[in-house]
């Protein structure tokens, strides 16, 4: 049971992108599935728009898109936009951050579809501060995340999209989970990404404080885990098809996660179409439980391990064929029910 008192031990969902182009299509699917905690689907094959960097762009200071760049002309005078977004942030304003249907209409068209339903959870997400920073840059191709001003700005400007997200799916479901996607983070500490630990935390912190409900971080590679436990996260979601072992390194920050009612996010479904050819409801439950095997073995109780835990696909489906990414779907919602079965988990 997470602090918020949410039973989540061994229920789907999923990461966030799909290959669909027809928002109404996703949404079914994502339902059909998973029916208990449903998320707003991505559609970066749709528009350019929805790609992950641009689609929580809408708004910020200065931002231009043109074809298939985002960045942000450092040259003019930003003043202005960045007073307009530092009053929104002090007042709270969370209609500054909304996302219009343009740039995510799976979203809306996810508000629409899911309505009345009665799921126990809502699924959320966004990209992070680390890496819309790392993605997006100036005139000169400088990573904004170097630039010390447009950095906070990030941060503040993507806490008041999680706030406005948050509000928009609590309206049908008071229980919400919003997850904060960092890919990039898979290169700190690299010689591509040299940024100081604190501040890796105190950026996350900061849009992290803009969600009251569930807070999660998904990151799809290996990275220093150490540092996502230091944050107010309550669920953790990584890529255990491909990483499983990674976790085992952390065993005393992990059980502490644990321990303070932290939910690990097993992404043990593979979003690789040639893997999915090959793995079986059987064959993927036996990779997860060896995965989790691994940090029992590591002094931390395995009860608490298969209570404390989500099933999903390894990272989001958008890139490849809608036929994978529903024996994708298929899987993690056949893969959670064994699971349950297994350990008998009835709720």
């Excluded at 999923?14 to 996703?26: C, K, L, N, Q, T």
């Excluded at 849009?207 to 990275?223: E, F, Q, R």
């Excluded at 793995?279 to 095997?293: F, H, N, Q, V, W």
Aim: glycine share 8%; with cysteine.
């Amino acid at each position: 049971m997470t602090q918020g008192g949410f039973e989540l031990n061994g229920l789907a969902t999923a990461i966030g992108s799909m290959p669909h182009v027809e928002p109404r299509e996703a949404c079914s699917l994502v339902l059909k599935y998973l029916s208990e905690i449903p998320a707003w689907p991505q559609l970066p094959k749709k528009s350019f728009l929805e790609n992950m960097y641009v689609q929580f762009s809408e708004g910020f200071p200065g931002a231009i898109v043109e074809g298939d760049r985002i960045w942000v002309d450092r040259s003019r005078d930003l003043s202005q936009p960045l007073e307009q977004l530092y009053s929104a942030y002090l007042e709270n304003r969370m209609e500054y951050g909304k996302i219009s249907a343009k740039h995510a209409a799976g979203l809306h068209a996810f508000l629409e579809q899911a309505k009345g339903k009665g799921r126990k959870v809502i699924k959320g997400q966004m990209t992070g501060p680390i890496s819309f920073g790392l993605s997006v840059t100036d005139q000169n191709r400088r990573p904004l995340l170097y630039d010390e001003v447009l950095a906070d700005a990030i941060a503040k400007h993507l806490r008041l999209k999680a706030a406005w997200q948050e509000k928009a799916l609590r309206s049908m479901c008071p229980k919400t989970i919003i997850s904060v996607d960092e890919p990039y983070l898979s290169s700190l500490g690299s010689a591509f990404v040299s940024f100081p630990r604190e501040q890796v935390i105190t950026l996350l912190e900061e849009v992290l404080g803009g969600i009251s409900s569930l807070k999660a971080i998904h990151c799809c590679g290996n990275t220093d885990w150490s540092v996502l436990l230091q944050t107010s996260i309550d669920i953790l979601s990584f890529d255990a098809y491909n990483y499983g072992e990674t976790l085992a390194l952390y065993p005393a920050e992990v059980k502490n996660f644990l321990n303070r009612g932290g939910v690990i996010a097993w992404g043990i479904v593979p979003n690789d179409e040639q893997a999915l050819t090959k793995e079986t409801e059987a064959s993927i439950g036996d990779r997860l439980e060896k995965a989790m095997r691994l940090l029992s073995k590591k002094g931390i109780s395995y009860d608490i391990i298969k209570s404390q835990c989500l099933i999903t696909p390894s990272c989001g489906l958008g890139s490849i064929s809608i036929e994978a990414a529903t024996k994708a779907l298929e899987l993690t919602a056949a893969v959670s029910a064994d699971f349950r079965k297994r350990h008998n988990i009835q709720n």
